[in-house]
């Protein structure tokens, strides 16, 4: 049998043609088949569930309009129960007569009943044991049943009770059988909780017999398939009682996912080895949260029953189809085949990535000439479109694409790309940029916290150094720094160091607070930033001199919103925020500093003067010792040199007077040193003896016994204890910031500072250790 393509033409044209009349007839065919399908499926399942929708609205209005006498019970239970004007003994009363009211309103009520917690009514339960409408009990349990008043099982009292209790809220049962009228029927419960306090003192009922809803389903579902399923694909309601309490579908899988959304929905299913459409619709009964479906079920060759005979008409007139197709096709296939060729030759190189080829357009305005045409515009768009991804693969951003029409969905995702690409291009710029920022400002924190460091006893060089490294880190082109002198007769800011140019500069300056710029600052102790400052207004307002810079930044140095100086930084630049926030954070560092300084200046001076009045105590002693034995030795030089002695014993007491004076301001100094600072008291063991009240409020302790004994290690351990206790040794300070517990809900940074104190020889007598809070 020779090959097909060595056929030749006139064998070919009626195979192709016929074959392709007999396709496209069946392909018509097969599309008007499952289109009829679709449609009949459409209008079937459209009938059933507009039929099944009327019924699950009506059984929910039946249900929902029924849950109001119930509901409006347990609100006026609560109230009956609550009332100081209704007697103990009278409440019981009063609910029952009221029970009995309700439930004879309507004609429809099967039951009706209330049950209570013991003596949640009026606390009279025990006289109530055993009769009508109570428990076993004694507990209130009234159970209304077609007008009359019966006992109701505490078996199912409890059971309800406490489904109700765990809900929290109104609840609709699942189906149990319940004996109501002399037999065991299937009975749903809609229980209302009676709420007093915020607690569930009870529970108001009404029972609904399952074969009553039933009637109200099939009463307007014309399937009369219809059954009510809880969301947990229990079955409630349906017409075979012996399905009543299954799983819907025998627990089919993709159902039971359905009904676990809460929503309404439709599928087909394989059930029991047949396709069957369902549909099932969310209905919500009272205030409950539990989600109640009703559905219905239909094999799908009843959907499609009045589609068979259709069809059968429908392949007939395809068949005779298929005839006049190929006739006709054989004249148009004959000059058809000419051009196609050409364009299968072309969307075959096409297919295999070859677009750099050349094709030229047709005249013809018929469909193959405009489809040949289509395709030389498709070719070009394609060499662009490759030549536009080429140059985003090199990097070029910015190049213009301009798409073939809003459909370029081709073209759009490349711009899609592009822009994504732009994005992440500036978003790694500003990461980069915000990194760099974050790495300037920890680098620099660091930097000047070694500064502080260093120069911790004297202020003059400790300020040099701040200022001149701070114009330097920052640069800018110059600074100052202003400290706080406090004199008996003024305070004033003044300049403790000033550079400039990567040169150092002298000033001598005094600001009074409330002068300018820097004494503004320092009395409203917030910074102050200008910028795009006038030629005349640095002379006037500035601390820095005659320079006229573009930006100033005053900030004040201020810890625990004590200010002790001022530092101003200008430039010819305007000082980004970043770097604004970082001269605020070192300067917390620096008054801290300062005021360490401060403590340590005047520590120094006290006790040196201390030293010298001890030693000229110490000579006057040896000079009376001496007079003593000259006494002894002879009666004479004694009555002699009486009165001297007498001179003597009175500068003696001079002295001592003297160093008394001194020593209570000593104490005073440390009292006030200890009301504005949090202080501990080391021994030389490293042993605390002394903690200042300060620093015991801030902890919350109670009494400084607590603290008194323990020891260094009992804080930061062993290891660190005898780091510090090494330099403290030397009589080197040990200063570090470490996060402690006060008890808040985060934990706060403090600086702490260890000081040695030590004698004339350099022995360590005893640690002072400083604790400051950090501020970020």
């Known amino acids: 049998m020779k090959k097909f393509k060595d056929l030749s033409i006139n064998v070919k044209m009626p195979l192709i043609v016929g074959i392709t009349g007999l396709v496209v007839m069946a392909s018509i065919c097969t599309i008007l088949i499952f289109s009829q399908r679709r449609v009949t499926f459409e209008n079937t399942t459209k009938s059933i569930k507009f039929s099944s929708a009327i019924a699950a609205v009506n059984l929910a209005d039946y249900i929902n309009s029924a849950a109001v006498t119930p509901r409006t019970f ?13 007697p103990a003994q009278e409440k019981r009363k009063r609910l029952l007569e009221e029970l009995m009211i309700f439930s004879s309103a309507e004609k429809n009520m099967d039951n009706f009943w209330a049950m209570f917690d013991k003596d949640a009514v009026d606390g009279l339960d025990e006289k109530f044991v055993g009769s009508a409408g109570n428990n076993s009990d004694g507990a209130f349990c009234p159970w209304i049943q077609s007008g009359e008043l019966r006992a109701m099982s505490d078996n199912r009292t409890d059971k309800l009770f406490e489904l109700t209790r765990a809900a929290g809220q109104e609840i609709f049962s699942e189906p149990y059988l319940y004996n109501l009228h002399g037999t065991e029927e299937h009975v749903l419960s809609l229980c209302v909780p009676v709420v007093i306090g915020g607690r569930i003192v009870g529970v108001v009922g009404r029972d609904f017999l399952i074969s009553n ?121 004959r000059w058809i085949l000419k051009d ?26 018929d469909e193959i000439g405009t489809m040949k045409n289509k395709l030389f515009q498709f070719v070009g768009a394609l060499k662009r479109t490759v030549l536009f991804a080429n140059n985003i693969g090199q990097g070029k951003l910015d190049v213009e694409y301009e798409l073939l029409s809003d459909g370029d969905v081709l073209g759009q995702s490349l711009l899609e790309m592009r822009k994504s690409l732009q994005n992440a291009e500036n978003e790694r710029t500003i990461r980069i940029r915000e990194e760099e920022q974050r790495n300037w400002g920890t680098e620099g924190l660091a930097k000047f916290a070694e500064i502080l460091r260093r120069d911790n006893n004297n202020l003059e060089a400790l300020s040099y150094n701040v200022i001149s490294n701070m114009v330097k880190y920052l640069g800018a082109n110059q600074g100052g720094i202003f400290i706080l002198n406090e004199n008996d007769d003024e305070n004033f800011l003044e300049n403790t160091a000033c550079y400039a140019y990567d040169r150092r500069k002298f000033l001598e300056k005094k600001i009074f607070p409330g002068e300018g710029l820097v004494g503004s600052c320092f009395l409203e102790g917030i910074p102050i930033y200008i ?38 930084i200008a430039s010819f630049t305007e000082i980004e925020e970043y770097r604004r926030d970082f001269i605020n954070k070192v300067s917390e560092s620096i008054a801290s500093t300062i005021a360490t300084v401060h403590v340590n200046l005047r520590t120094s001076k006290l006790l040196e003067q201390t030293k010298i009045q001890a030693e000229e105590k110490i000579n006057s002693e040896e000079e009376l010792r001496q007079n003593m034995e000259e006494m002894q030795a002879t009666q004479e030089e004694m009555r002699r040199r009486e009165a001297e002695l007498q001179e003597t014993l009175g500068k003696m007491k001079d002295v001592q007077k003297v160093a008394e004076i001194k020593e209570h301001e000593m104490q005073q100094f440390y009292n006030a040193f200890s009301d504005s600072c949090n202080i501990i008291i080391y021994s030389a063991e490293g042993v605390i003896t002394d903690v200042n009240e300060k620093l015991l409020k801030l902890f919350n302790i109670p009494d400084k016994s607590v603290w008194v004994g323990l020891r260094m290690t009992d804080f930061i351990g062993e290891e660190k204890s005898r780091m510090v206790m090494e330099q403290l040794v030397q009589g080197k300070p040990y200063e570090e910031c470490q996060a402690i517990d006060t008890g808040a809900e985060e934990k706060q940074t403090f600086r702490q500072k260890f000081t040695p104190i030590c004698d004339s020889q350099g022995k360590l007598l005893w640690i002072l250790l400083i604790t400051t809070p950090e501020h970020n």
């Open 340 to 365: 196609v060729s050409v364009l299968n030759k072309t969307i075959e190189k096409l297919s295999l990535g070859q677009i750099n080829q050349q094709l030229d357009g047709s005249k013809s305005g």
């Open 74 to 86: 347990a609100h006026m239970a609560a109230s009956v129960i609550q009332s100081d004007d209704i």
């Open 531 to 568: 910028t795009d400052v006038p030629d005349s207004y640095v002379d006037i307002t500035s601390g820095l001199g005659k320079a006229n810079p573009r930006s100033i930044y005053i900030c004040p140095l201020k810890v625990n919103d004590v200010i002790y100086g001022i530092i101003e």
């Open 213 to 333: 809803l039933n009637k109200v389903a099939v009463s307007y579902d014309m399937t009369g398939r219809g059954r009510l399923v809880s969301s947990d694909g229990i079955i409630v309601v349906h017409a075979n009682p012996q399905r009543i309490g299954g799983i819907i579908g025998d627990g089919h899988q993709e159902t039971l996912e359905g009904l676990a959304k809460g929503e309404d929905f439709e599928l087909m299913v394989n059930f029991r080895g047949n396709d069957e459409y369902q549909a099932f619709f969310c209905i919500q009964f009272g205030e409950c949260d539990k989600k109640w479906f009703y559905g219905v079920s239909i094999p799908a060759n009843e959907v499609y029953a009045t589609l068979r005979e259709s069809t059968i008409y429908l392949i007939i007139i395809s068949l005779l189809g298929v005839f006049v197709i190929t006739g006709i096709g054989l004249i148009l296939m």
